[in-house]
């Protein structure tokens, strides 16, 4: 399946008041020649519970029309060559076209995700926390996201990015073997460093359980007993 990022609908989810960040990522997609639109977020306090808010109603809208682009308005270019006709196997469920360092099953610490090399130019993702560009293309996987999210987010308190990553073992998800966006934290708004999370390329392992240094209280992000 030949994926041309020019023509497939692309959003990028962006709070009325962060102006500054409409300006700067809408410039960016239109550099890269992308067919892209705004999708307004949803202001709820604490913020990570707007994002995944946002994020599920994004969702719905996008799954009228796959493959679909979604980018959270921080995400940034890469210094990796920007190829926008991108080949994926025909049963790829989802393209990250970013990554980070935290994977679900662990309390998210630095290098926990598992990973493994598909082939020659893709890495596979088994529980990565990442949604700063990715491109939805299975419908079942979007319909799945979506109904593990509104458990999550409307029941649980649990962050967004996990519903996905939960998901990822069901489902052929992939990633280049470089990144070709980060999250970007000019204003260091975030309380750990964003940057060093999801710029580098992503270290393939096949991590099987989280060492104990990446184990808070014993438990998961999501609660449960590691």
């Not at 990973?115 to 088994?126: C, E, G, K, T, V």
Request: proline letters at 8%; a negative charge.
């Amino acid at each position: 399946m030949k994926i041309d990022l020019r023509e497939i609908q692309s959003y990028w989810i962006n709070l009325d008041n962060e102006t500054g960040q409409a300006t700067r990522i809408s410039k960016m997609c239109d550099d890269l020649e992308l067919n892209h639109e705004r999708f307004r977020a949803i202001k709820k306090s604490p913020g990570i519970v707007g994002c995944g808010y946002s994020h599920i109603s994004c969702w719905h809208l996008a799954r009228k029309d796959l493959p679909c682009l979604i980018f959270e308005d921080d995400a940034s270019r890469t210094d990796a060559p920007f190829t926008p006709i991108i080949e994926v196997p025909d049963e790829c469920s989802a393209l990250y076209l970013g990554i980070s360092h935290a994977g679900v099953g662990t309390q998210g610490g630095y290098d926990s995700v598992r990973a493994s090399q598909y082939n020659d130019d893709f890495i596979q993702l088994h529980n990565m926390l990442c949604l700063h560009a990715v491109v939805f293309i299975n419908p079942e996987y979007m319909k799945r996201c979506i109904s593990v999210a509104e458990d999550f987010v409307y029941n649980r308190d649990v962050p967004i990015d996990c519903a996905p990553a939960e998901l990822h073992k069901e489902f052929l998800i992939l990633t280049p073997n470089e990144p070709l966006f980060y999250q970007a934290d000019p204003e260091q708004k975030a309380k750990f460093p964003v940057e060093h999370y999801t710029k580098p390329p992503l270290n393939v392992n096949t991590l099987l359980d989280p060492p104990p240094d990446m184990v808070y209280n014993g438990k998961d992000m999501l609660g449960r007993t590691l």
